[in-house]
């Protein structure tokens, strides 16, 4: 059966000179403490014997097989089948059938969301009970089992985040030993919005938090990020002979050379088209006011992420903050719904996410060189989302 889902994207637009006033009360929903266990993913906590140790094999063929525990649900298969084409369509590694395999992944219920790191040899269990139903849950576990350690655990993640092991109860402070370079290797930077990355204080009070504060809400998003896919390529040495010419951060897809991989917000062969769900304004020299209502009919375990594309001349810088937002879900890792303004340089990682009030992040002036500016914005909440913004290009 094929769930037909609604989608809102629609733009109201309004030209008007904006003062500070034009600034409106934010609708701000209290979502801290509810079901915290959906959104964070504490697989190492009851096994960390099991997370940090030696290198362990990568999967033979690139190929991880698999079975589901003859009572997985009809619907967490599908979430974790998902997750598995989300990795296919963006790597060269392949899942398949582990009915007659030696080696191989079994799905079962309970117990958490926990893997192995790697290919342990045998049929190896991902702990996938019903708390974990979000695709990128499912891709943080499969990543494990592909081979990918915590973001947490790098050996240099006291460059990006504060642990205070004091606040952290004695059973679970394993799951801060850093992972040595003889044990792992990290082939791109440190990232606030990795999957592999768990949220603000996840093991209470006080136990982790961002030294880049932009990014506190950012840490626990399980979206799956680029970098979170080229960090498998790298691994698995899923690469192409020749570069076509990918542009705005994108590089060739190893399922099809002649294609690239494209950064949020951008699509076609060489990244140089719209991506899909997006609308597109050209900035002017004076400030100009939109706004854009997305959401969904129904909750769903994957988001719906359209953007936004804001184009000005070659060599102008463009500026843009949000004059409002209304209804977002308050919560570490923004796992109900958020918007990000990618006006990093680097298009290819994940900018602060903005789903809480509680700093500047939201009202702040950005001001970028990329042209186009991406907003991206995700949702996958039976509400409508309303962002209003204003641009301008100097
Ligand atoms: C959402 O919209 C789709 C398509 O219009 C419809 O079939 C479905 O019943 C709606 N779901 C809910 C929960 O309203
Ligand atoms: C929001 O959560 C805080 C902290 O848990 C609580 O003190 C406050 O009463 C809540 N507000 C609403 C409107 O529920
Ligand atoms: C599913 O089956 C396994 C045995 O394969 C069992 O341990 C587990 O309790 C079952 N879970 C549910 C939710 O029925
Ligand atoms: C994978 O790619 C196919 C073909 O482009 C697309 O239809 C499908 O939605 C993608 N699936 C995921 C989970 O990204």
Sequence with gaps: MRMLILVFLTIQTTFSKIVESDILVN????????????????????????????????????????????????????LLTTAMQRIMNNTCIRFADGSSQTNRVKFTNGDGCASY????????????????????????????????????????????????????????????????????????????????LYSVNSFGTGSMSAKNSDYSRTMGLRKGSFLDMKILNTDYDCSCPSDPGCQNGGYPNPNDCSQCLCTDGFGGALCTENAANQVTFTASNTYVTKSINFGLNQTITSFYQPSIAIYAPSGKTIQFRFTSLSNFYCMNGCNMNGVEVKYMTDRRITNPIICCFDNDLWSRLYSTTNNPLIINLHTRVAVQSTVKFQFRYI
């Design 27 to 78: 609708d701000l929903k209290n979502f801290s403490n509810k079901r915290r266990s959906e959104f964070i993913s504490l697989d190492s906590v009851s096994r960390s014997k099991r997370q940090v140790s030696t290198v362990y094999p990568k999967w033979t063929d690139k190929t991880l097989y698999y079975i589901f525990d003859s009572n997985i649900s009809d619907e967490k298969k599908a």
């Design 117 to 196: 790191i790697g290919m342990i040899g045998g049929t190896q269990p991902i702990y996938f009970e019903d708390t974990c139903m979000l695709t990128g849950i499912g891709i943080h576990e499969i990543m494990h089992a592909l081979g990918v350690y915590h973001e947490h655990s790098r050996y240099d993640r006291d460059d990006y985040i504060t642990i205070n092991l004091a606040n952290v109860p004695a059973s679970s402070q394993s799951n801060f030993k850093k992972i040595s370079s003889q044990e792992s290797y990290n082939p791109y930077s440190f990232e606030y919005g990795s999957t592999m």
